[in-house]
């Protein structure tokens, strides 16, 4: 009986030995491949395709690589966007080194313009039941059509940029053409008879299970998706997003940084103020967190800051004007050379250009006239700020009396009498002493 118990310990120990030393390696290691296979990082896009919104992405692609995940799903539901952010979006899901899906979805969403060119240039593109994409036309920032000669030359472009992308996809590129083209759209079932998505689905679990097995091409790695009943983990945009979703935009990020320059200005012209300081510092630094994703060109904040430093030389040296009217130019060059594109939607408008560049100026021009004449007023102290002025006599003025000037009483001298009452005016100031004549 005790043979048998020892035996039967030694079968446990040697089994939980087993277990520990091998067993448990080889189990955590199949089970750390099998979640990392199995996590799916959900984007959700809804809005404009804006350099917010491309930040975002990029982000949570970056996340979802660095978890070995098995895949990345951008759930969207766009009007559109911006077309340089649009490229910056598709760039960021070709170089991803795990693959990205694209799922117009909830029912009722579309992927419009910018949005239909991110879905055609997906990994794997797929739709959800009462969806439509297409009608990629470009148009201008505010809706309006673009110059004949612009519209060829961007229409061209944006052609040849997604044609390529979507025929290496397998999916119908000369679709893809005619939707920029002609701004046709599909719904989801009429996408996926063209070829132009992979498939439809009801919600994201049936969309995992239906791109299970899927082969992916990424970077000369082919990638077979096991995503069947993957956990989904979805990224929240947060505070940051939000912030950005707003300061992001061309206008508001010039706005802030003229503000802000503005407030440091009127702190250093008048110490002590405080505020103007704080908020102008403020107004800064929202400026700079918005410029992160933004097409700056640094040669426009450079003539913005030449600017700033001629309109305060304009101070300091008398040009008669001349270092102010460089000061404007520069300004006005600056502004329109701050980013650097030749999209109208990512360009400062010339309406809020040219009311910002008038009030600047008009600020500087104000403080440059304040100090001309703080430096052509008479003085206003000592000698000099007495001579001229007129008193009155506190006593009769027989050679010598008292005057009241200023508000001060003065010992004043007259070579003419000068009775207690009337007014006079001093002649100069000697020591002590002034000299006065009747007024």
Known sequence: MSSRRLLTSLAIFLAGVFLFFDGPQALFGAEDEKSAKELVYLLDVEGTINPALADYIIKGIERATEQKAAAVVIRMDTPGGVVTTTKTIIKAMINAELPVVVYVAPSGSSATS?????????????????????????????????????????????????????????RNAAWAEKTIRESVSATAEEALELKAINLVADSVPQLLEKINGMKVEKKGKTITLKTKGAKVEKIHTGLRFKILDVIANPNIAYLLMMIGGLGIMIELYNPGLIFPGVLGGICLLLAFFALQVLPVNYVGILLIILSVILFILEVKIASFGLLAISAIIALTLGSIMLFETEEAAMQVSWSVVIPTVATVSAFFIFAVGLVVRAWMAKPRTGEQGLTGEVGVA??????????????????????????????????????LWIHVTRQ
């Open 114 to 170: 910018a949005g239909a060119l991110i879905t055609l240039c997906a990994d794997i593109a797929a739709m959800a039941p009462g969806t439509n994409i297409g009608a990629a036309h470009p148009v201008g920032g505010g809706g309006q059509e673009i110059a004949a000669t612009m519209s060829e030359k961007v229409i061209n472009d944006l052609t040849a940029y997604v044609r390529s992308i979507v025929r290496e996809r397998g």
């Open 394 to 431: 506190v006593t009769d003025l027989a050679n010598e009396g008292k005057v009241l000037v200023h508000g001060e009483i003065w010992n004043a001298r007259s070579d003419s009498v000068i009775p207690k009452g009337e007014r006079v005016r001093v002649l100069r100031v000697d020591g």
